[in-house]
T-cell receptor, first 114, second 115 residues
């Protein structure tokens, strides 16, 4: 079993829809939670960064962390065709010999249709 | 400010040939990472440098892969000899400080095809 599990999709939605992307993790030492967006043939770019349970909002994007369930989510409101990309959850290990190691999920491919 | 720069962007080689990738991190970033991203997967860490020191190379296949970061700035990742299974995108990232929780900024990657 992978330390970070993410549904690879693909996910296809119409413009304006609300998108929900999810990951689960197994390591309790994971403390910092991120969402990266990766366009085709580009490197990942950071969208959201949080270290506590609860919600963090940035424009149309909301990151949600539930440490008790080891579950993280990214919500995209009013989705746009420009949001079409692969979304990667990523978690930093804050304990033990793997301190600082960033572990990625598989990535979810999102397509937003005009 | 320039981001993480990688070259070449694409490389096609025959199996058993050597190949090298180069990375220039964001100025002032102490920590540098090399990742491998297979098709349809998330990036997986190969090696992490803090300044000149490789502090985590546990996932680097040392029989054929090597890396160096001279003077704690640019870095080179080498594969010799390359195998078919090495076809992937090799990503370089850098972060400020050495705490391990810093935000990692990625380059565009080098797409390697081994024929």
């Amino acid at each position: 079993q992978k330390e970070v599990e993410q549904d690879p999709g693909p996910l296809s939605v119409p413009e304006g829809a609300i998108v929900s992307l999810n990951c689960t993790y197994s390591n309790s030492a994971f403390q910092y939670f991120m969402w990266y967006r990766q366009y085709s043939r580009k490197g990942p770019e950071l969208l959201m960064y949080t270290y506590s349970s609860g919600n963090k909002e940035d424009g149309r994007f909301t990151a949600q962390v539930d440490k008790s369930s080891k579950y993280i989510s990214l919500f995209i409101r009013d989705s746009q065709p420009s949001d079409s990309a692969t979304y990667l959850c990523a978690i930093i290990n804050a304990g033990g010999t793997s301190y600082g190691k960033l572990t990625f999920g598989q990535g979810t491919i999102l397509t937003v249709h005009p | 400010e320039a981001g993480v720069v990688q070259s070449p962007r694409y490389k096609i080689i025959e199996k058993k040939q050597p190949v090298a990738f180069w990375c220039n991190p964001i100025s002032g970033h102490n920590t540098l990472y090399w990742y491998r991203q297979n098709l349809g997967q998330g990036p997986e860490l190969l090696i992490r440098y803090e300044n000149e020191e490789a502090v985590d190379d546990s996932q680097l296949p040392k029989d054929r892969f090597s890396a160096e970061r001279l003077k704690g700035v640019d870095s080179t990742l080498k594969i010799q000899p390359a195998e078919l299974g090495d076809s992937a995108v090799y990503l370089c990232a850098s972060s400020l400080g050495t705490s391990g929780s810093g935000i990692q900024y990625f380059g565009a990657g080098t797409r390697l095809s081994v024929l």
